[in-house]
T-cell receptor, first 110, second 118 residues
Framework: LAKTTQPISMDSYEGQEVNITCSHN???????ITWYQQFPSQGPRFIIQ???TKVTNEVASLFIPADRKSSTLSLPRVSLSDTAVYYC???????????FGAGTRLTVKP | GAVVSQHPSRVICKSGTSVKIECRSL??????MFWYRQFPKKSLMLMAT?????????EQGVEKDKFLINHASLTLSTLTVTSAHPEDSSFYIC??????????????FGPGTRLTVL
């Protein structure tokens, strides 16, 4: 089971790019890396998923180095509404992989 | 697509009573559902994993007789908090997944249920 480590909190300002890195040193060959976003008193929602190199969608990019022991979620030009907790999860189609780490609390300031 | 609902969204009960929380996948059949508990300013704590038609698998430290999980169909799982006490007050969240829905092992989360035990 790949354990993840993220910074507890980050601050940013509107319009800046935010990069949140997650360490997962014992990631397995079949594991995917998935990021979720959670607002207060809501369930998390999927942001992005990747296996290697770079993945981009309409809200974020995910950078994964060749050794896959870490990953970086990149949020371009954040706004106040991006203030949330961001979690990275590592696993594959194994139910036991759905354990969340501490997450990163991102605060975007005006 | 891939919407998960929870009912109720908020419940207040007296100590000693039992509370049932429903989790439904509205537009897909969920092969697996997960139940989490979240305390203020804390991360989600996985309580149990349930597959339709079989007994739930509980995480270490979670009392299966206190937190009864039933996954009777591919669209419904229920969590019953039996003999609730104030320390059971928390935010309970379910999630569901199914092969072919979303990304690899993507979880679709419900909106959560706020339980307050007086």
């Amino acid at each position: 089971l790949a354990k993840t480590t993220q910074p507890i909190s980050m601050d940013s300002y509107e319009g800046q790019e935010v990069n949140i890195t997650c360490s997962h040193n014992n990631i397995a060959t079949n594991d995917y890396i998935t990021w979720y976003q959670q607002f207060p008193s809501q369930g998390p929602r999927f942001i992005i998923q990747g296996y290697k190199t770079k993945v981009t969608n309409e809200v974020a990019s995910l950078f994964i180095p060749a050794d896959r022991k870490s990953s970086t979620l990149s949020l371009p030009r954040v706004s106040l509404s991006d203030t949330a907790v961001y979690y990275c999860l590592v696993g594959v189609g194994n139910n036991n992989d759905m354990r969340f780490g501490a997450g990163t609390r991102l605060t975007v300031k005006p | 697509g891939a919407v998960v609902s929870q009912h109720p969204s908020r419940v207040i009960c007296k100590s000693g009573t039992s509370v049932k929380i429903e989790c439904r996948s509205l537009d897909f059949q969920a092969t697996t559902m997960f139940w989490y508990r979240q305390f203020p300013k804390k991360s989600l704590m996985l309580m149990a994993t349930s597959n339709e038609g079989s007994k739930a698998t509980y995480e270490q430290g979670v009392e299966k007789d206190k937190f009864l999980i039933n996954h009777a169909s591919l669209t419904l799982s229920t969590l019953t908090v039996t003999s609730a006490h104030p320390e059971d007050s928390s935010f309970y969240i379910c999630s569901a997944n199914s092969p072919g829905q979303g990304a690899n092992n993507e979880q679709f989360f419900g909106p959560g249920t706020r339980l307050t035990v007086l």
